[in-house]
């Protein structure tokens, strides 16, 4: 399994990326971000889990709806929800505004065909 395919499943399946982080070591790849931005997606992944239950679903759930309208990419996705968790709780990304702001992308993405 290469890098990329291995960050897709722990994004799409829940896991831990803090498992990731320390999976990764033993491969000969370069990773899109480094240790501390995916520490800190996990940390706000589970503040947001505990706090906001409802929020932190559906942020899987419109994951999983831009995979569903572009299959061509796939791999990106994990990537941007990634990009996006770790900016959470910084400055004003409140979870509602994240979540509003990562959602409102699926009206306005255009799809490779």
Do not use: C, W
């Amino acid at each position: 399994m290469s890098l990329i395919e291995m960050f897709t499943d722990y994004v799409y399946n829940k896991k831990d990326l803090r498992e990731y982080v320390q999976k990764r070591t033993d491969m000969n790849e370069r990773g899109e971000f480094n240790d501390a931005t995916i520490i800190l997606a996990q940390e706000n992944l589970e503040r947001l889990k505990k706090e906001d239950p409802l929020i932190y679903n559906a942020m899987y759930d419109v994951l999983r709806q831009y995979v569903k309208l572009d299959y061509q990419q796939p791999l990106e996705y994990p990537i941007d929800f990634v990009r996006i968790v770790s900016k959470l709780y910084k400055h004003r990304f409140t979870p509602e505004k994240m979540y509003a702001n990562y959602k409102g992308g699926l009206s306005r993405h255009t799809f490779d065909l």
